[in-house]
Each structure stands twice: as C-alpha cells, then as structure tokens.
C-alpha cells in the first residue's frame, strides 16, 4: 500500500461493498480495555468487538502465541493435522462434556457444521424424515443462508430468494410453543442460552431441562448456540455449565480467538462419527495461528481467579448501571450474566438504543445495541475497576446528553 494513501472513512464508501455503515472513527491500536483512533483519541471499550476480545486487546499471553507460532508454521491443509489445533481441542474436550471438535473460522462455520451433522445424524439413523430443526423467534445464528434461515429474524434472511426447508420458530422460554411444533420428524432443536441479538434475554432453567426432555423423547439432538455465551463469558467457562443442562452439540467462536477467527463445534463420540471422511470441512479450520491464538484464550480464562473475577465485575457494572439509572430513569432492567449485560429501556426511550450508542461513542466509550430497545455490554472479562467506573462515567454523560437533547 503506498504510504500516501489517505485511509478514512471515504475511502471505505470507495472501495468496500456496502453492505457496513460503519462510524468514521477508524480505531488504530488498542491496549487492554481501551483504544485509540487516528487522532489519537481514547475510547474505553465496553464492545468488545461483539463479545470477541475476551481478554481485551493486545493480551501479551496471546501477542506471545501468536509471535511464536508465526515462527513455525501458518497453515496446512486438511490433509494433515497440526500440533496447535489437536493441544486445543484436548484441552476443550477435557474441560467440557464433549469428545471430539471441529474447528472452523467463525460462529456461522461451526453453527453450519453443527446443523449439517444433526441432519446427517437422523439420516443416519432414522431416515429422510427426520429432517425438521426447531429454532426460536429472535434468535441468530449467523449470516450463512442456511444459518440465517435457522436465525429467527426475518430481516436477516429475507431477499434471497427461497430459503432452506424444514426450519421453524417456536416462542423463547415457552416450552408450550415447542411441544406444538415437535415431531418425531424432528432432527433438532437449536437454542442460546441467552439469546444475544434477539436483545440479551436470559433463557430459564426449567425451558432448558424441558427442552433437554423433549428431545430425549423425539430422538432429537440438543444444539447449544454459545457463539456469543461461551468461553467464560458468563463466569462458567459455557453457559450451558450455569444449568446443569448437557446438550449433544454444542459451537463456540468470538471469545475463544480474543479477536484472532476462530469457531468450534464439539459433540460426543455417537454423533461425531457421522461426519465421516468428506461429509464436511473447511480449508482454514483448525488453522495454526488461530489454534495457538485460542488455547492461549482457554489457558488464561480458565481459571478460577479469571471466571470469579467475571461475577465480580459483572456486580460492578450492575451497581453503576443503577446509580445512572437512578439518575436518569432510563431502564426497566438490566438483564443477562457475567460480561454479557442488557439495559433495557423503558416506554419513553423505547427504540432508541441506538441514539444512546451514538452519545456513548461522542463520550469516548464503546458500546453495542442489541436490537432497538436494549444497549449491550460485552467488555473484555478482565477489564479492570478503573476502567469499569470510568467508561461508566463516560456512559452516564451519554446517557445525560440523550436526555437533554
């Protein structure tokens, strides 16, 4: 690239598709819990890149990783295996129910995976029937036609022309809703436990062990979606360990890399063995620097100091949360766990989440929206105190500068 290039938001509406509206900020590097943009301003980031930096930016254990991998070696073919990817998923199999893993590059890869095998598992075993995946309304599982198609928001998948069959929408946290639409056509049922997108909406326990019963009964698979929940986010290394609810699937991407691409499917030994040789792969999956990236990321998070230290901050952000709120009465409640937080706003700002987005940006902070009426939180988990009170001060004038407008 010539180094006169004048690289700016311009240029972005020059050369990219259009398919982004990104702000004019253009962020340059980062450290921790904070950022820098071209002119040198700060910004505190309560983002995360969508739940990504889980350990914030520039981690020096994850810089090393990736330094020294970079040393030996980038990519192999699928051909060949690596030491990175299988000392990754030994240490995912051993911390969770799972026994094997596929690696892929994204959510939407390992959500596609996942889906693919549960069909493939009730072709196996059952016949062509068997093909029908029940999903939830507000739900999102990544931008791939059939993943989008799974997705429950019609915005998303809409405009493409016929989408792939055998997909419904039952009601989230009504299990009523599901044993409606569950046959024993039924290949799978599709779930997060906390719905990120559809506006940080935790699911209930007894939803979950309901739907754990009902697939019991229809020989169907239970496919955990912990794409944004996973990797300690909600002090558990996954969330589906907060309900004591074991699903047969289960993906994970975004915090595993901390920013480097990376995604995963795990399951048990029965159902892998129905992705047999050529049923499915990925040129970059299971690549060497993302492996060595993302079992630093296990590594560093999985401890005990780090998953308390998640609990820890997510009762700060709450306390600060509620200081604001009791100033400014913006908020009907704040929902989620951990390092993934909603503040849902109430009737009189109601569909404004994104102006409290902009105020948050103008005041140096970082923040996200998750769907019209809810601001999201989902920082670094190990952003520290000071940065928690300070991007909280930051967030309050937003919040200040939204209702005075």
């Not at 900020?25 to 040198?40: A, L, M, Y």
Request: glycine letters at 10%; charged letters at 20%.
């Amino acid at each position: 690239m010539s180094t006169t290039m004048v690289v700016n938001r311009a240029l972005f509406d020059e050369v990219m598709v259009p398919n982004y509206a990104p702000a004019s900020v253009i962020p340059v590097r980062g450290q921790g819990s904070r950022v820098w943009d071209q002119n040198e301003r700060e910004y505190i980031d309560f983002a995360g890149g969508i739940a990504v930096s889980s350990l914030g930016h520039c981690h020096p254990a994850l810089v090393s990783a990736l330094k020294q991998q970079a040393d030996k070696l980038w990519h192999l073919s699928n051909v060949l295996t690596n030491e990175p990817a299988l000392r990754l998923a030994k240490k995912l199999v051993d911390a969770t129910f799972a026994d094997k893993v596929y690696f892929a590059n994204s959510g939407a890869e390992a959500n596609e995976a996942a889906f693919k095998l549960a069909r493939r598992w009730a072709l196996d075993k059952f016949g062509e029937h068997k093909q029908q995946i029940i999903s939830f309304g507000k739900s999102f599982h990544g931008r791939t036609f059939f993943t989008v198609t799974v997705g429950g928001q019609a915005s998303y998948s809409d405009g493409f022309g016929p989408k792939p069959g055998g997909v419904v929408h039952a009601e989230f946290n009504n299990l009523d809703s599901v044993k409606a639409l569950i046959s024993d056509n039924t290949c799978a049922i599709v779930v997060e436990p906390i719905q990120g997108e559809g506006g940080i909406i935790p699911a209930e326990p007894a939803f979950l062990q309901g739907l754990r019963e009902l697939c019991d009964q229809h020989n169907a698979l239970l496919v955990f979606d912990e794409v944004q929940t996973g990797v300690g986010r909600t002090g558990k290394l996954y969330a589906y360990m907060n309900y004591g609810v074991t699903p047969d699937i289960l993906t994970t991407a975004k915090s595993l890399g901390g920013g480097f691409p990376i995604g995963a499917m795990l399951t048990s030994n029965p159902i892998a063995s129905h992705l047999k040789v050529g049923t499915h792969g990925s040129t970059y999956g299971g690549n060497p620097l993302a492996c060595a990236v993302a079992e630093a990321v296990i590594d560093t998070i999985n401890t005990p100091e780090v998953l308390a230290g998640v609990l820890q901050n997510e009762q700060l952000f709450r306390e600060c949360l509620a200081e604001v709120n009791n100033q400014y009465q913006v908020f009907t409640e704040v929902r989620g766990q951990g390092m993934l937080l909603g503040a849902v706003l109430n009737e009189k700002y109601r569909g404004r989440a994104r102006d409290f987005f902009l105020a948050a940006a103008d005041q140096g902070l970082m923040a996200l929206v998750a769907g019209p009426d809810v601001i999201r939180f989902a920082p670094s988990l190990v952003i520290t105190e000071r940065d928690i009170r300070e991007g909280m001060q930051r967030f309050a004038a937003a919040v200040k500068q939204v209702v005075e407008a």
